[in-house]
């Protein structure tokens, strides 16, 4: 069976830091990757998509960048950390074109 | 044109009733639509789904209701239960590339 795994699961990270958080999904090959952006109370915001390996899509322009080194493995990244990038990330994939998404659980960054 | 709206943002729904969220796009190209429950720390999980050649798809106590003229389309929960109580998103997906609504947090009272 196919699982997604999301790293770590909290994190709080000074105002200037460096950012690494990771996605990996086990049991398929080439899937579509996804990171989300959620703030506290609110929507979901596609920040970056994925469709193969070194293939990436920003949606949002901001401090953060995504990178794809391998096929199962979605990286979010950040040279300097902003108060704003506070949120609840999550990573997701797509196993089929109309069977929606699975989310992994999460990371909650606080910026402080 | 990528937008998609949703209402209420909270709802509370006595235990047992039908609790109702509704949502409308403007995009005529969506053509899958997933609703996703979230509860508090965890990631969206998929609810049920529908295609707009379809009126109607029923899982259990969840309905989904679609109105391709009006470009509408809505979850009703039957039978709303304490457990129900979390955020759920509507959604519209186009070339694999999911759009959310703004969410609907629902709470149900014994």
């Known amino acids: 069976s196919q699982t997604i795994h999301q790293w770590p699961a909290t994190l709080v990270q000074p105002v200037g830091s460096p950012l690494s958080l990771e996605c990996t999904v086990e049991?398929?090959?080439?899937?579509?990757l996804y990171w989300y952006r959620q703030a506290a109370g609110r929507g979901l915001q596609l920040l970056f998509y994925?469709?193969?390996?070194?293939?990436i899509s920003s949606e949002v322009p901001q401090n953060l960048s995504a990178s794809r080194p391998q096929d199962r493995q979605f990286i979010l990244s950040s040279k300097k950390l902003l108060l704003s990038d506070s949120g609840f990330y999550l990573c997701?994939?797509?196993?089929?074109?109309?069977?929606?998404?699975?989310f992994g659980s999460g990371t909650r960054l606080t910026v402080v | 044109q990528q937008q998609v709206k949703q209402s209420p943002q909270s709802l509370i729904v006595q235990k047992g009733g039908i609790s109702i969220i509704n949502c409308a796009y403007e995009?005529?190209?969506?053509?899958?639509f997933p609703w996703y429950q979230q509860f508090p720390g965890k990631g969206p999980a998929l609810l049920i789904a529908?295609?707009?050649?379809?009126s109607e798809k029923k899982e259990g106590r969840f309905t989904i209701s679609f109105n391709k003229s009006a470009k509408q389309f809505s979850l009703h929960i039957m039978d709303s239960q304490p457990g129900d109580s979390a955020t759920y998103f509507c959604?519209?997906?186009?070339?694999?590339?999911?759009?959310f609504g703004s969410g609907t947090r629902l709470s149900i009272r014994p």
């Open positions: 049991g398929t090959s080439n899937p579509n």
């Open positions: 995009n005529t190209a969506f053509d899958y």
């Open positions: 959604a519209a997906s186009l070339l694999s590339k999911i759009i």
């Open positions: 529908i295609r707009p050649d379809v």
């Open positions: 994925s469709v193969g390996i070194g293939q």
């Open positions: 997701a994939w797509e196993r089929d074109r109309f069977y929606g998404y699975t």
